[in-house]
């Protein structure tokens, strides 16, 4: 089959990509070949078995380095919002409705289409300072001349790992890890989910903050508490004083790894089109740290370095 007479999509932050092909999507990746397309499978198979709305696969030639899985059309959730100016937390609320069925999943091992088994992993604090160093190796070296890395490094190390530290929930809850609605697709008037083999077992509140402070999606802070105070109201047994402060914390490492992650994406892969979102990851990062004592250390260091002229570059 030649791709180049295929009709090419729209690919996502990862190595694969995608083309559609009589009412199937061809998923090639020829890079971190296992996480894109067997584990995205895996993971796949393990929504659908929990009655979560997710691509089937159709055929796989892992050999080859692709695998065709269903298609789910051209409508993601964020066209939909994007364009309805009233009643997002109508959307919202489904959306929320979809996240408190993802999280009473307890699969945590199913088999690949090559028979082997896959065990989703627990997000570990390891893991997630390896995501939030992801800030200082790429975007502190191209922002801070070489004299004063070194040392901010090593400031902001010490503040993030004290940060991660002061998270009090446990790591129990299924994660897709990049919830936001870019990832949510309608397809027969269905919520469908898609890019999930990042998935793990990690905090409840983390799938919130990448739905509320998703850098793609400019949202006000009216809207940002709706949508947190539905999904208060929708789990009545959470300790709300805990989750909020694990919220916040996960909004912050969060954005910051994608600044980095964005960062990264421009300088090796010479993907540019996600600077221009670093300055909203910015603003997020600021509206969370504003007058919120737990980050006084943190908002310190990142205004003494990071100017609103540094933060705002790749705004359009």
Known sequence: MNLNKLESLSGDASFRKFYRYNNIIIVVSKKETR????????????????????????????????IHIEDFG???????????????????????????????????????????????????????????????????????????????????????????????CRSETFVHRDFHVSNLMIKNKKLCIIDSQDAVYGNKAYDLASLIDDVRLKTSTRLKQDIFEEYIKNNKKINIE????????????????????????????????????IPYAWKLIEQRTEKNKKFIELKTILDKYFSQKKRNEYEN
């Open 35 to 66: 996480k894109n397309l067997l584990i995205y499978d895996a993971i796949n198979k393990i929504l659908i078995k929990n009655k979560i709305k997710a691509p089937k696969l159709v055929t796989q030639n892992y050999k080859s380095k692709n």
């Open 242 to 277: 805990n989750f909020k402060n694990d919220f916040e914390i996960l909004s912050i490492l969060r954005n910051l790894k994608i600044i980095g992650i964005f960062t990264r994406l421009s300088i090796r892969d010479k993907k540019n089109n996600y600077l221009k979102l």
């Open 74 to 168: 051209n409508t993601t959730v964020y066209q939909i919002i994007k364009k309805n100016n009233k009643n997002k937390l109508i959307y919202y609320k489904k959306i929320i409705k979809l996240l408190n069925s993802i999280q009473k999943i307890k699969t945590t091992r199913i088999k690949t289409f090559l028979g082997s088994s896959y065990n989703v992993p627990k997000y570990s604090k390891k893991i997630l300072f390896d995501e939030v160093k992801l800030f200082l190796d790429w975007y502190v070296p191209n922002k801070i001349n070489k004299k004063k890395q070194t040392f901010l490094k090593k400031k902001l190390i010490l503040v993030l790992k004290s940060l991660i530290n002061k998270i009090k």
